[in-house]
């Protein structure tokens, strides 16, 4: 298994030398100006020009490329003009914030899809399996700010269930102290149940909508890949050899049937990460989609290209991480690798 | 690798959606919470100093609450009735004396005056604070210029208490240009704690931190999500506030900010669509006051520089062909001053913004088009900035739809925000539309920007006339001079000329909107247009 880490981690390299330059050349070609653009409202041309020269956008691309790199030499960034604070800083704060809603959302679209996809695939064509298929076109079909939006207004506008849509946290409580910068986990940890609570009620919400748009490749996936299974020899065998039909689904069937599933959840994951802007736009959630949507809007350039960076790192740890798990879950693919 | 490109082209195409709202009503209670006043707003600050690279109009507000300026002005009934700054009165704020002089003006700094970490406001701090303006270049040297002040060797200290301005020349904007945002006073020694060779201004530091004298001071700032204000109990500008906390959130969507107030979540908002507003101004739950921005006009603007729009007839049919009250009706919701239709025989007033004298009148605009020498009409594109989409789109499609009829065929080119300067600058888009406002409330200030010779970015038409750039600097020497007289016919002059030449066609004034709890009080109307903590109150 080391053999593999480290040979994924040598073809990860020449992977992010490349998202380095297309970052930094595609938001070069952005079209917009930022030097007109944070120059103000106000600005004249010599004013704008000024701005140019602090900025360091009067430089030839080549060296401005050259001052860029050597800054992530030394881990650092730049700096965000829409937010005015380091990129790195930034995407630290930010990135936990999307991660716990993400994976909020993930293990609550799990909870609900697999054993919804095993039950179609079990009872086949029964009012299960459409019901199945009725959710999961309904929930991908319905795009993520509008479900957020009709939450909002039928949990927190008309029925005042739901707390108001303002974020992490209700105005009135402090963040607990970050250890893990999930507010969830260090709440707890520091046994301070009413703030996790007040967290874990400003979560909801969210959490549901991205789980509402993620139930459709979970449950299908699982589906097809238990009809596959099911269909099998193995299982007829163990079916023939008087197995009770539990064992034979959850114990024979499904974890035969997870290697799909697992590379879809992977999938999954990461491109709600990146995809939850329109959900953290909805529920103002300070997270790193809806800050990279910001800074793409007023081609601040520093954010973007932190963004797509971190991005990239995260689908090669993830992609890492999937492989390794196909290993646990299936020995048949840690003897090809 | 192709699954994932694909989601990832489609979360993309998602991410690019706009995010709509729905249409809510309910029964809304307002929540006491007395001392803390809980403000929701699209965008936050990126900068907490004025002067710093790039600062954003949120970044406005916080200044203007947590620094003093020498003098401020007084407050009087606007015309909704409301609170409204008196362009004319100033009063001292940390100064507690002006004297005007022939050539300079001398402050007495109130001597109880303190800086948020207690040490004394000097005369120096206060040089250091408009050099520093003057210096650093960009927005606030630009704006301090508009006043006539230029050089640090303008700002002299007198003594310890003792402040003179030297006036550059003669200008009758030197002195309100004192009573901007921009001339705040710095906590010199502090700021300069932390300044290094690189950033001798202490920009970084400011940027982070307050260093005023203010009513307010940042308390914590966590930029894209929240500002937290709490009050200066020290203030010595004016009467002390009454609200001891500000939280002010940043809330993206446009639904959720109305469904917090309409809740009694959240106690103010001000940038939701015109059509929320006049719901919420029908339901009668949450006080709404419009207040026209002072010397601002949204407007069509034409390059006259070039083909077709250099003929004075196509510019008059264009004047002629525009819907006004389609506009006025279908896009603002009747949330905006108009700009058209002054009766034939009014006489021009001194005064601005005012009305011109076109009417929608397709059967004189075709006449127009045919004398002109374009019975068949053209083709050209009509271009606004997609930042502002939610006024400005409706507005193209019906000025398209018009113009159409007369045989003007346009395409409509969005362009982004980030873009639309960039764009304007060039000076080559023949037909658009946008805003201008000034901060200084004075006609010749707005004619200076956008109809002088000399071309400013904001004569976006590249208007040169030598009758108008006559008036507009017989105006400004007038006004210098105190000779009122010669000042009027110049105003009526430049005016008159602007409605003659028809460069750009006013559409109307557009109206600053705010929405807040009915036991909010104290709202008043700024040349900035942002909120003054410092007179709001709750109960």
Redesign the interface.
Known sequence: MLTLISKRMMLVIPNLIGVVIITFLLTRA?????A?????????????E??RV??GLDKPLIIQFGGYVADLGHLDLGT??????PVLT?LK?RLPASAELTLFGLILSVAIAVPLGILAAVKQDSWIDHSCRVVATAGVSL???FTG??L??VF???L?WSP????RLD??FSPPPQITGFYLIDSLLNRDLATFRAALSQLLMPGLTLCIFSLAPIARITRASMLAVLASDFVRTARASGLDSRTVILTYAFRNAMLPVVTTLG?VF??LL??N??VE????W?GI???A??AL???DFAPVQGFVLTMAIL?VVLNLLIDVLYGVIDPRVRLEA | MQ??DF??S???L??S?A????A?F?SAKAQS?QETL?I?SE?G???LDIH??????PGYEVSWNCYDRLISHEMKTGPNGQPYYDKNKFKPELAEDMNIGDMSVTFKLKKKATFQDGTPVTAKDVKWSLDRAVSV???P???MGAGSLTKPEQFVVVDDNTFRVDFARKDRLTVPDLAVIVPCIVNSELVKKHATEKDPWGMEFT??NTAGSGAYKVASW?????VVLERNDAWVGGPLPKTKKI?W?????A??RR??L??G??DISYDLPNKDFVELKQDGKLAIVSTPYSNGIQYIGMNVKNSPFDNLKVRQAVACAIPYQKIMDAVLFGLAKPMFGAAAEAPTQVAWPQPHRYNTDIAKAKALMAEAGYPNGFDTTLSFDLGFAGVNEPLCVLTQESLAQIGIRTTINKV????W??EL?KKTLPLYTNVFSGWLDYPEYFYIWCYHGKN??FNTMSYQSKTMDGFIDGAVAAAASGDMATYDTDVRGFVDTAYADMPRVPLYQPYVNVAMQKNVSGYAYWFHRRLDYRTLMKG
């Open positions: 952005l079209p917009g100006d930022p007109a653009y944070f120059a103000g409202p106000a600005a004249d041309k010599q004013a704008i000024q701005i602090k900025l965000s003009l829409t937010t005015g604070q930034e704060n795009p993520v700010f939006l009709l909002v207004y927190y506008f008309l005042g108001a849509p303002l974020g105005v009135f999938m990461s491109f990146g995809a802007v329109l736009k909805v529920f103002a300070p989609g809806s800050y949507v910001e809007i007023s081609s689908y | 699954r994932r989601l990832k489609v979360s993309a998602a991410a959606t995010v709509s709202s729905p809510v309910s919470r809980l929701v965008s600050p990126n900068n710093g690279v790039g600062t954003n109009v270049g960009g927005f040297t630009f704006q940027k982070q966590t930029a894209g999500t929240e939280i959130r940043m809330v993206p969507s639904g959720n469904a917090l309409e809740r979540d959240a982004p925000g980030a873009n300067r960039t600058n400013s970015i």
